[in-house]
């Protein structure tokens, strides 16, 4: 009888657990057991393994052998196991007990000649390790540069199934880890291309100062998919937390490629208006990935014709918007992928969408049921409401609007005065602040309030969008360069709620 261990980790969503693989060599049939819940890639593995061993030169066992992943009450999915089930075979046929494969966790799949492929989800996987103290991750070659990213843990890229024999033996080295590359500076779309628009022009600089949602209605052509489009570029790059978070989320997802893998740029994600729930929030057989919302994190989610969007895909992000993140229970259990964006919305006024809104030749119910898409719910959680309309001759002058590095250093400067007033409650932006934060040890004077108080007796404004409306008017506040929101501030806010057409 003879045993082999090693370790790898099993991915949920963004967070990993480290699974023990054993190998036992017992008397019997020659037969492959696998246990411990695997899903139909990890139970092919056996197949990948055994034929990796043996074109690598090495004896698989002609007996009855039995694999085990722990904990055994913990789904597993993939080929990520493969690497570490040959590591524990071949420690159990050979009677061997490395030193380094037990304190080294390893990841990766097996080719049938033994070459180690790259897999998805490489940087939660390296981060669960360093967390729990591991001392040693051995990566596929080609994740190599992802892994380097997570320092305080001992990163080694293998390509193959005989050079990683070697190194356990300690006959043979790894590849050791490269050091990250800064991004080259992606070229974006300056705002200064946008003709006219004033007011809308200044919503998008205040949903990127204080981290607002934004809904653009109009006619087709009036800038509604341009202004979308250069709203990232008006964002302050991710610090390194949040880098970190955004590219687990696209490792997850299979996204990240080239050597430079750390995403430090807001990401921009533009699904198609004919996406399923799915694809939106996510989804998927077994354990749910992560769907457009989640890849947008930190950045900008552009719903383009949200009016054709359908209902459903719509008012799944009403949980998303207010906590940050979603939680997706499935079959294999629930993932949890954090979602902090910036939702931006545009559509046209009607269904035909001429230019001239005087040319419709919709009906009222029809229009109505067009509009009728985006809820009185979802609408609640807008903070920005922009109606936009075709620029006429003489409106705008040959002289161009202002440039997006200009508008750039009056949006960086609200955020950082918003990050120092928030700070010691851990928030970075207006738009995460929580009501009673704002109506208690932020409260306005009692003048700067009343057309907020007279609106909410009324009814006009729900005590959602009371919250909502002050953290626009703490915005303003900030782009005015004022210690605290004044009655206009309040008043320009509340237009800004009722300035869209939905």
């Given amino acids: 009888m003879a045993l082999g261990r090693a370790f790898s980790v099993a991915v949920r969503g963004v967070e990993g657990e480290i699974v023990e693989i054993e190998a036992d060599i017992s008397s019997g049939l020659p037969v492959v057991n696998l246990v411990g819940l695997a899903d139909a890639a990890l139970r092919e593995s056996r197949d990948r393994v055994r034929a990796a061993i043996n074109n690598c030169g090495f004896e698989w066992p002609m007996t009855r052998l039995t694999l085990a992943l722990s904990p055994a009450t913990l789904p597993k999915m993939g080929s990520v196991y493969d690497v570490a ?54 990566v596929p070659v080609e994740n190599l540069a992802e892994a380097s990213l997570v320092d305080g843990i001992g990163v080694w890229g293998v390509g193959s199934l005989g050079q990683l024999q070697s190194w356990l033996a300690g006959k043979g080295d790894l590849h050791a ?25 200044y919503a998008v600089e205040v949903a990127a100062a204080g981290g607002h949602n934004l809904l653009m209605t109009g006619p087709p052509g009036v800038g509604k998919t341009m202004l979308a489009q250069r709203l990232p570029g008006l964002l302050p790059p991710l610090t390194l937390a949040e880098s970190l978070e955004v590219t687990a989320i696209h ?14 740029r807001p990401p921009f994600v533009a ?13 998927g057989s077994g354990l749910a990935r992560p769907g457009a919302v989640s890849r947008a994190h930190r ?18 992000l009403r949980t998303p918007l207010e906590d940050g993140e979603i939680r997706l229970a499935r079959s294999d259990g629930v993932a949890r992928y954090q979602c902090r964006i910036q939702l931006v919305l545009a559509a046209n006024l009607c269904p035909c969408a001429p230019p001239d809104p005087r040319d419709c030749q919709c009906g009222a119910a029809e229009r109505r049921r067009y509009r009728s898409k985006l809820s009185g719910p979802l609408v609640d959680r807008v903070d920005l409401r922009v109606e936009m309309h075709a620029s006429r001759e003489g409106t705008f002058s040959d002289d161009e609007g202002e ?43 009692p003048m700067a309030m009343k057309p907020l108080r007279t609106a909410v007796d009324r009814g006009a404004i729900s ?40």
Avoid: Y
């Fill in 403 to 445: 440039s997006s590095a200009v508008v750039r250093k009056r949006v960086w400067a609200a955020r950082e005065a918003a990050r120092e007033r928030w700070l010691q409650h851990g928030i970075t932006t207006n738009a995460e602040v929580g009501g009673s934060l704002l109506r208690r040890r932020f409260r306005l004077s």
């Fill in 299 to 316: 950045g900008v989610l552009f719903l383009d014709e949200f009016a054709e969007v359908s209902s459903a895909a719509l008012e799944a």
């Fill in 85 to 138: 089930l040959a590591a524990a075979v071949l420690s159990a046929h050979g009677r061997k007990s490395w030193p380094r494969l037990e304190k080294a966790v390893l990841l990766g799949e097996l080719a049938l000649d033994g070459r180690v492929r790259p897999v998805k989800g490489v940087l939660p996987a390296v981060l669960a390790a360093q967390r729990q103290g591991w001392p040693t991750v051995v």
């Fill in 271 to 283: 699904p198609h208006h004919t996406s399923s729930v799915a694809a939106l929030v996510g989804g």
């Fill in 463 to 502: 005590i959602r969008g009371m919250d909502r409306t002050l953290r626009v008017a703490w915005t303003l506040c900030d782009l005015a360069g004022r210690t605290s929101p004044n009655r206009e501030d309040v008043a320009k806010a509340m237009s800004f709620r009722q300035g869209g057409t939905v």
């Fill in 251 to 264: 490792s997850v997802a299979g996204l990240l490629t080239g050597d430079a893998p750390l995403i430090t």
């Fill in 177 to 201: 880890r490269v050091e990250h590359r800064e991004q080259a500076p992606e070229s974006v779309a300056d705002l200064s291309d946008v003709v006219g628009q004033t007011q809308a022009r």
